[in-house]
């Protein structure tokens, strides 16, 4: 207590013989003007205390309120408010709302709002939110929000987010549940459902991959970007020569197939459907399939291999519903015009039931098909 009265004290001598700077030691005030020491445009506080509100030009010290605090200049050291803060001119140090901070100018330190942070400027430190930061101009540093996070211009640092992440350009890191946005340049790593950037050289790894310029590798089911030297690691890659064309086939493990076969320089992958599975012990049941391969083209003949997988069901119960199947295949093609192509294969399937513990089966493979039109009229192998 003593040291406290002393702490008072001092602070009341330092702002008299403050008087000519006008800067004072403590101010306590109800609600703006209902102070200690009203608010001028010119005053400057060292500790502020708001009941409720405290309202104050420039800030060199700390400052404490129940419900909002304003510094209309500017702040070095720390405001506490329990609903809302805001600082008009540059700030330095720490910011901590009950619900959401506002900086209109550059704040270089650490924000907390429970709902958002929002920066007029630039930010240069950590933006911590339970919901959203904002920055409208540069970010250098951190920031981490629930929901989303939005730099309007350069990002220099990390986002963390559990929605999304927005940046015109970045260098750094961005980390999503959902997606990741850089419009303009990157460099770094997006980690994310879904990734996009305009222009990228780094690592985009997600679910569904997207830039129109990427250097670097891009992992995920689909990637895709107009760069056709990017490494792709996933089920699904495409760029602009990419050429989808639809296969249907008879099969001797599912009597009707249809898929989609992604073709690119030396490599394809094949995703589709077919049923019924093991025709004609059962009719109800059918399989999902992919598959990964290598070709090549003499003339109007395409010589390829691939490896795959297969999921396999019987709707109605047998007691052995699903199976997995691993299979190898050598393709023989033959272009009948510039659209359409017939294709034989033969290879062998070795399948498993996961509901009883049995050997695996090995089967030959035989299947005869049709190749469709390319869906991307525009692209050029």
């Known amino acids: 207590m003593r040291k406290i009265l002393i702490l008072i004290f001092t602070c009341l001598l330092t702002g008299s013989l403050s008087a000519q700077t006008d800067i004072k030691c403590l101010n306590v005030s109800l609600w703006n003007p209902v102070a200690i020491v009203p608010y001028t445009y010119d005053n400057s506080l060292m500790v502020s205390v708001g009941l409720l509100q405290s309202k104050v030009n420039n800030l060199y010290g700390f400052s404490a309120n129940g419900f909002s605090g304003i510094t209309t200049g500017k702040m070095t050291g720390v405001q506490v408010a329990g609903f809302y803060s805001r600082i008009e001119g540059a700030a330095k140090g720490l910011t901590v709302s009950g619900l959401y901070n506002i900086h209109k100018a550059s704040m270089s330190g650490v924000e907390i709002g429970s709902l958002a942070n929002m920066n007029f400027v630039n930010q240069h430190g950590v933006q911590l939110s339970g919901v959203q930061n904002i920055c409208m101009f540069n970010t250098d540093g951190l920031q981490a929000a629930a929901l989303m996070n939005i730099t309007g211009e350069m990002l220099s640092g990390v986002q963390i987010a559990g929605g999304f992440n927005v940046a015109n350009d970045m260098h750094g890191v961005q980390l999503s549940g959902i997606v990741n946005f850089t419009l303009n340049k990157g460099s770094g790593i997006q980690l994310s459902g879904f990734n996009y950037a305009t222009s990228m050289r780094g690592v985009q790894v997600g679910v569904a991959n997207f830039a129109r310029r990427m250097k670097g590798v891009q992992v995920g089911l689909v990637n895709y970007s107009a760069d056709s030297s990017t490494l792709k ?149």
């Open 233 to 381: 690691i996933g089920l699904v890659s495409i760029s602009p020569k990419t050429k989808i064309r639809p296969v249907i086939y008879y099969s001797n493990l599912a009597t009707l197939n249809v898929g989609f076969r992604f073709m690119n320089c030396i490599s394809y992958t094949i995703l589709g459907l077919g049923t019924p599975y093991d025709a004609p012990h059962t009719t109800s049941s059918g399989m999902f399939f992919y598959r990964l391969g290598l070709y090549k083209q003499i003339g109007r003949l395409t010589l390829s291999s691939d490896a795959g997988a297969s999921f396999i069901s019987k709707f109605m119960d047998t007691g052995e519903k699903t199976a997995l199947s691993a299979e190898g295949r050598v393709n023989f093609e033959l272009a009948l015009d510039k659209q359409v192509s017939v294709i034989c294969s033969g290879g062998y399937s070795i399948r498993r039931f996961l509901s009883r513990k049995t050997s695996a089966e090995l089967k030959p493979i035989i299947e005869l098909g049709i190749v469709l039109p390319n869906l991307l009229k525009s692209s050029r192998l």
